[in-house]
Each structure stands twice: as C-alpha cells, then as structure tokens.
C-alpha cells in the first residue's frame, strides 16, 4: 500500500514539476523582446533618472530639480505643455465625437469605405503630414487665401510658427488616435438599448443623453487618455509649425542638449515629464480600466 | 426616392435631422484627408517656393531627388533599418504576445510591464536615453542601434495587433495537437499560425511602417552615412523648406496608402 502512495505522490510531483518548466518555457518566448526593450529603453531612462541628480561638478545634488521650481522659464514650458495638450485633446473630442458616431452609425460597407478617412492619415508619416500643414497655412498658403475668398478675413493671418499652427497640426496628428477607439465603444452599444428608450417614449436626444452618451465613456476616456498623454510627450509638430515660439518639455529638452550639452539639466526635465505622464496613466488605470481598453485583458 | 424622410436611426431620427452631422462629418473626413494627399500635386510644381495649385507642372523635384546621393543614401538606410524592423520585431512581438497570453504566472504581468514601456515612456526621452547609451556603447549612427530601437517601439505594436487575434482564435486546438503528440511548437507553427497569419502580416506591415516613419529616435542616433530619411526631412523642414521634400512626401504616403490598403484586403478576407 505504501509503496503506491509513495509513487502517486512523485508522480505528482513530477507533474507539477513539469507543469512549472512548462510554463517556464512559455514565459521564456518573452525574454528577447524584453531583453531589448530592457536595453533600448529601461537601461536608458533608469541612466538618465541617474543622471538628473548630478551636478556640473559630477557630485550629487538636486539642482536641476530646485532650478526648475526657481527659474519661471521652466514653468512656463510646463504650463504651454499642459496648455497645448489640453487643448488639442478638447479639440480631438470635439471634432471626433461627432465622426466617430457619424462612422458608427453607418452600415458596414460605407463605414468600412469612410474608415479610410481616419485611417489614411493615421498611416501616413506625422512628417509629411507637418509639411502639409506648413504649406496649407503659410501666409500666401491655401487656407489663407481659401478664408479671403469667401470673406473671413481681409489680409493674410498668421497660422503658422505660433500656437495656432501647433494645436491644428496635432489635432489633424491626434485626432485618429481618438476616433479608433471611440468608435469601437460605439460598436459593442446594444442597438436594442436605442430601440427600448424609443420604444418607451424617450425623444431621440434625451435616448442619446441619457443612454448612448454613458455607454461610450469608456471609449471617450480612453481615447482621450491616449491624446493627452501622447501630446505630453509631443516633439516634431510644435517643432516645425511652432516655429520656436511653442517651447514645450520635449522642444525643451532638445534645445538644451543642444545649446548647453547639459545633460543632468535635459535629464531631470525628461524624469519630470515621464512621472507625469504615468500619474496620468495611473491615475485613469483606476478609475477606468485603459489596459482593457488597449489589450481587451482584465 | 424620399430618403430624407427614413428613418436614420434606432431612435425616430430622420435623414434630414441628422443632414447636420452628415455635413459635419464630411466637413471632418475633408480637413483628415486633405493634408495626406496636398503633397501629390505640390511635388509636380515647378515653383522654386511652395504654391498651391502649382502654376507651371514639371518633374524637377523628382529628378532633384533620385539625383542627389544624400537622399538616396537616407532611403536606403530607412529601406534597410525599416525591413531589418520589421523581421526582428515580428517575430519577436509575436512570441511575447502567445507567451503572455498563455501564461497566467505572475512573472507574465511583469513582463507585460516591461514589454509596453515603449508606449508610456514619452518618445523624446526614449530618444535622448538611447543617444547617451548608445554612445557608451558605440552603436550612434550605427543600423544595429536604429534596429534595436524601433524594434522597441514596434514590438507593443505586434503584441496589441497578434493578442487581439489570438483572443479570436480558440487556443484549445493548439492542446489538440499537443495530446495528439506534437511538441508545443510545432502545434503553434502547423494550427495557430496559419490561422492567424493575416493578423501577423498586419503586425509586419506596422513594424516596417513604424520605423520607416520614426523621427525623434532617428534625428538623435542616426548620423553619418546612416542618416534617415525622416532625419533629413525634419532638418530640411525646421530651417529651409526645400520643395524636394514634396517629392519624396508623394512617395511615402504612396507607400503607406498602398499598405494600409493590403490590410484592409486582409482584414476583409479575414472575416469572409
């Protein structure tokens, strides 16, 4: 007898043991990508998160951080940071919504013709479509002369190098990023729901309110989420169609290695940037579940 | 035909109630579209300044480009770093994705961490981490360094692309196979990967067009002989705007019209 429980229990063990190498050997698929990612971009951000605390002299101080809250220069790159994101997020939800409900509620064959729309410049190179901007709002560029026409205006307006060029540029840049998942919210609404609040005597713009409206929150945030914190980060567009005159973190960052070749100073305003960044993320991945929105887990 | 008068909608909206929104949107799809494709007639001007329209129409700035070394140098090296992109990243981002997938270990959500870093890390810091690291280790201005580093980028690309897949895909043929003798691999290669083969073309086509259109990274650690094409354009349109770059903007939305369009016929043939 006992010998057969003796056996049964290794049998046992060897199960779980080769369940565990098993699962060892499936974890291990993902060990390369890590691995490179590792090198790319942990090993770099961790030695620049070193780097912000040392000082000219190669000692380590907290200079760059206190410089920061001293010099109002900084703020105000902060605050055009913010100021920027924030308003090409409201003018992607302004301009999106009423896309993305457009694509959501047409059938399938003219939606998937009018997705392309979206989808074209999402694919397109964020340079080329820089440049079309540059062209299309230059002082004797086509929307100048297209507003003149109709009558908007009566001399050439500046559109370009000042923060106007820079929140159109980004919106044009951002806004597929919102409609995509938006309009993927608007999918999975049951069209019974809209069918029972008519059914029920709801007028069609109280059912939207107060039925379809909440059902696409989730898409809405996540969208948002995805604008705002891409715009934090944002460098090519308010490079080129600011014209210097929009310095946000990430202009910032490139003019001082450039100029000052000072990296503790560069660094600290990039950790500054990530850490907010991810209390963005983090604070979102509370209250609304973004990894489910991006990856359907959780 | 009275089509104004349908109804539009799950609730009693009419055609001509929503004719606003009908507006609207176009209005919206025309401001999206417009700028993608301005480049194609601006690149046949023959305007030494950017006009549009063009007023007199010649190929010079096509001949400007294939004429000049740097520029073809820039697209070869952008060719080279984009392919190279996208054949380490496919499969490796394909592999991440079943890993994390399968496995519910708690090492799985670390990794998990680990592998989107490149989506939360705000590019530019990516991009001056690289530069300093890179310079440690002798890989500026090197294809090496440039495929390592969109590979990174384009590796959560894969992952959303193949997880999206997989989780249409009944995994429990693969434990089929297994029971039936075949090792863990080959179950994956003979019944998972054929029948998620288009979405891993897909995740190719991304990883290429990722890199091919990287910036930030680019004008930071290519250099030299290596320079990219996007390194170029971003020089060009920050101090001069040379009009070579309509030309060479024609081809690039050309190249990424025509892939977007090879995974819409994918995506179509998917679901039929």
Redesign the interface.
Known sequence: MTVVADNTATNANALIRQRRREEWSVLSLAIPAALIIAFVVLLPVGWLFYLSFIGDDGQGTLEHYRKMIEYKSYYRVFITTFKVSILTTLICLALGYPLAYFLAQLPPRWAGFFMLAVLLPFWTSLLVRTYAWLVLLQRKGLLNEFAIDIGLWETPVKLVHNLTGTLIGMAHIMLPFLVLPLYNAMKKIDRDLMHAAANLGARPINAFWQIYFPLTMPGLVAGSLIVFVLCLGFYVTPAVLGGGRVVMVSTQITSILENQFNWGAASSLGVVLLVATIAVLFIAGRVFKLESALFGKG | MNWLSKP??????THS?RLW??L??AV??L??????F??VP?SFSDAQY???PPEKWSLRWYQEYFGSVKWMRATSTSLKVGLLTML?ATP??T??A???F??G?R??RA?FV??I??M???????A???F??YGRTGLNNSIIGLV??H??MA?PLV??VI??SL?SYDLNQELVARSLGAN?FTAFMSITLPQIKFSVITAALLSF?TS??E??ISIFVSGGVNATL?KH??AA??DY?DPT??AI?TI??FI??L??LIV?WIG?RQKS
């Open positions: 539009a909608s799950d609730t009693q909206i109630n929104l009908y609207l949107a919206i799809m401001l999206l579209v417009i700028p993608t301005i480049v601006m950017l006009e549009f380490v490796l981002g592999m991440a079943y890993a994390l399968v496995s270990h090492i799985a990794l680990v592998l870093t490149p939360i890390v705000p590019v530019i810091l990516i001056i981490g690289a300093y690291v390592l580093a590979t990174a590796t992952m959303i997880t999206a989780r863990r067009l091919f259109d910036v930030i996007t354009m971003f349109l920050r705007i770059i309509a903007s690039m939305v990424s019209t892939l977007l819409q179509s």
